[in-house]
Each structure stands twice: as structure tokens, then as C-alpha cells.
């Protein structure tokens, strides 16, 4: 068995790897090539390039390198076409997947996309470009495979490795004592923590900083023992939160003692809360899977929120909205973005009666519980079996 994969940024190679370890459980002698994480090459694939080459962001960053990726993508396409592997599998990175898939599917090799593109949210118009790229649409979630089967394209849902590897119970305080204890968090156990994300992306930890700093500071007020955790991704956000947080706590060491910044660990630092405010992303997805009262702040450029306005087709943008198809937990948008509107929404989660959405983030984990690297395994062997037996006939 020998199979094409491409994966871009460090989502896309866990992914990958996980797909990658679960084909081979099956499948010892399977190989794997194309554009690969660290993770996928540790897994046994062999890199024609590095995920890395992959991973920009951003209109004006796409189009300086722009010669660059779509001289890659026409070596890989040939590459593939001289050397035609069982099957193709595009693992997220639409803008570029989709391409390569397209002109292989058109040669006459299988083509599986892993991760749909958020084609159910905006620019519907993109079906067709899938429809005649991909033979199968592996989806995360359950209301994409619905989608995809409302436009008569082949689809399998998979589940969340998530969902898989977050266990239950993460709300009880025997749980949330032994994050603290993990983090070597210097706070009693009965004290309030609140987690606080502001993203992962440089724009959005600019545009959430000075809101969210200015929120806590005005909680502080109402429940002086509050403490808070800010896990940030890396040194360039983290310098952006710490700068706005001196510029809002001026000299004041007692103050700025109770907010715990952290390099990464954004999982655990939920798991040791008792509430989160947070960035609209796949960070809302782990604190449902944690069992955590949670706010979903997003804020964009105003000329961007007005475009975007006006092209989604969905009621709401949070992952634990969409998957339960209801107002499950609050979204706060653009203006609402302020101290005045988020701090007693915030301080309400330390005393809100949460039985009730509980048992719906249980629901939804054990929705999402559906071994997802050995679900989107089994889809690929079935779907390599069908295609040599139909060759066969």
C-alpha cells in the first residue's frame, strides 16, 4: 500500500501522524509520502518537502510566496502523476490540498480530503471546486458530514482526536486540584482561577489584549480574590499581553501578581480553572471537552466583520454552538468586546447554575468520541479495498 499525503501547519501533521500510526497498525509495510511535519516523518513518512513550506498566513504572505507554492505544487502533482501512489490524501490546508487533488483526481488517482474546509459556513460557492477534486470528505464533526450528504458528496464522519484524548471529569475539584498541582500553581484549591485565551494569532492577541486585560482588572473590583491564567502561545504574544498588562496595572506588583502568565499548556490551564474567556477557535472545543463555563469573545478589523456579516450562512461562529445547534454558550462580537459587557458575564460563570449545558458538553463529547485516527484509518483501507476490487472487475 503506498498513499500521498500532504499536511500543512501543526494541526494537519497531528493529524497526519495519527493517520499515518493507524494505517500501519493494519498495514506494517504501507508508504507514506508528500509534505510532512516532524511528526508525520517520525510516523515513517517520507518528506518530497516540509510541512513548514506550507504554513503562511495572511493575504500579502501568500502572495510574496506564491512562486514558491505553486512551483511545489506542480512538482508534487507530477511527482504523483509519474508515480501513481493507492491513494491521495489532502490533510487540511484547503487552498492548497484542494489543487493537488483536483489535478489527480483528474489523472485518475483517488483523492481523500481529511478536515473540511468551513464550505457550510461561507463561500458555498467552493462545492464545486470539492466536489470535483475529492472522491471522499473525511469530516470532525457530525453537522459537516450532514452537509456534504445535502450536496450528494461522499462523506464519512470520523470524530475529534479531542474527544479522544480529553477524559471526563474534568469539572469535578479533584481534577481541577491536580491541574493546579501540575502547573505548580501557588493558589488554594477553593481559590477562583479563571483561564484566560486570547488566541493564538498575533492580530487577534493585539485585539483581545487591551479588552480582556481591562475586563479582569474590573472583575478584580467586585471579587478581589480572583486569580488568573493566560497560557500564550509563543514569546512575540506573550510580549504583546505583557506589555498591555503593565501599561493597565502601571507599578503595581501585588496586582499584576494575580494574573499567571505560562508558555503554552493552554489545555492544562483550563483544566485547572473554574471558568474561561477565550478567543472564538478550536481552544472553545477543548474547554467544552473540559467541562468548562466558558465565554467566546472574537473581535476582527471592522471592514473584515462587515464582509463576513454579510457571507456567513450559520447563527453562530463557536464551535459548541454549532455542534449543538443551539445558543449553548454566549458569544460576544465586535463592540461588546469591553469591560462593561464582559465582566459580569465573566464573574456570573463562577456562579452560574451549570448543570444543564454539562450534560449537553457530555452529549457532545461522546459524539465526538469516535477514535478518530482509527475511524479516518478504516475509511482510507475501505476506500483503497473498493477501488482494487472495482480495478479487479
Excluded at 216 to 223: D, T
Excluded at 358 to 385: C, G, M, P, T, W
Aim: with cysteine; aromatic share 8%.
Amino acid at each position: 500500500m503506498r498513499i500521498g499525503i500532504i499536511a500543512g501547519e501543526a494541526s494537519g501533521d497531528i493529524l497526519a501522524s495519527g493517520l499515518i500510526n493507524a494505517i500501519l497498525e493494519s498495514y506494517p509495510h504501507a508508504e507514506f509520502e508528500g509534505i510532512a511535519g516532524p511528526l508525520m516523518i517520525k510516523a515513517g513518512c517520507k518528506a518530497l518537502y516540509p510541512a513548514e513550506k506550507l504554513s503562511v498566513m495572511g493575504l500579502v504572505e501568500v502572495l510574496s510566496h506564491y512562486r514558491e507554492l505553486s512551483n511545489i505544487r506542480q512538482s508534487i502533482i507530477q511527482h504523483f502523476i509519474d508515480s501513481p501512489p493507492d491513494v491521495f490524501i489532502g490533510v487540511d490546508a484547503p487552498d492548497f490540498n484542494l489543487g493537488v487533488e483536483a489535478a489527480l483526481k483528474a489523472a485518475g488517482i483517488g483523492t481523500i480530503h481529511y478536515v473540511s474546509p468551513s464550505v457550510w459556513a461561507w463561500r458555498q460557492y467552493r462545492l464545486g471546486k470539492i466536489s470535483r477534486a475529492v472522491d471522499l470528505m473525511l469530516t470532525l464533526f457530525p453537522f459537516e458530514a450532514r452537509f456534504y450528504e445535502n450536496h450528494n458528496i461522499l462523506v464519512k464522519y470520523v470524530g475529534h482526536t479531542l474527544a479522544d484524548e480529553i477524559s471526563s471529569g474534568h469539572e469535578k475539584p479533584q481534577a481541577i486540584a491536580q491541574a493546579r498541582q501540575t502547573l505548580a500553581l501557588d493558589i488554594g484549591a477553593d481559590q477562583s482561577l479563571i483561564a484566560v485565551l486570547p488566541g493564538s494569532r498575533m492580530s487577534e492577541v493585539t485585539r483581545l489584549s487591551k479588552p480582556f486585560i481591562a475586563t479582569l482588572l474590573q472583575c478584580l473590583q467586585v471579587k478581589a480574590d480572583l486569580s488568573f491564567i493566560i497560557p500564550l502561545i509563543n514569546n512575540k504574544t506573550r510580549y504583546i499581553f505583557e506589555e498591555e498588562l503593565a501599561r493597565q496595572t502601571g507599578d503595581n506588583p501585588q496586582l499584576q501578581a494575580q494574573f499567571i502568565i505560562i508558555d503554552g499548556h493552554s489545555r492544562e490551564a483550563m483544566a485547572a480553572s473554574n471558568a474561561v474567556l477565550l478567543a472564538s477557535g478550536t481552544a472553545a472545543l477543548e474547554a467544552l471537552l473540559l467541562k468548562k463555563p466558558m465565554i467566546v469573545a472574537y473581535k476582527l478589523s471592522p471592514i473584515t466583520y462587515w464582509i463576513a456579516k454579510r457571507l456567513l450562512n450559520v447563527p453562530y461562529y463557536s464551535l459548541p454552538n454549532l455542534l449543538a445547534d443551539e445558543y449553548l454558550v454566549e458569544e460576544i462580537t465586535q463592540n461588546d468586546v469591553c469591560p462593561e459587557v464582559l465582566a459580569p458575564k465573566v464573574l456570573g460563570l463562577l456562579s452560574a447554575f451549570w448543570d444543564d449545558k454539562l450534560k449537553a458538553f457530555n452529549d457532545i463529547h461522546i459524539l465526538l468520541r469516535q477514535s478518530a485516527n482509527q475511524s479516518a484509518a478504516k475509511a482510507v483501507i475501505d476506500y483503497i479495498r473498493q477501488g482494487s476490487e472495482s480495478k479487479q472487475l
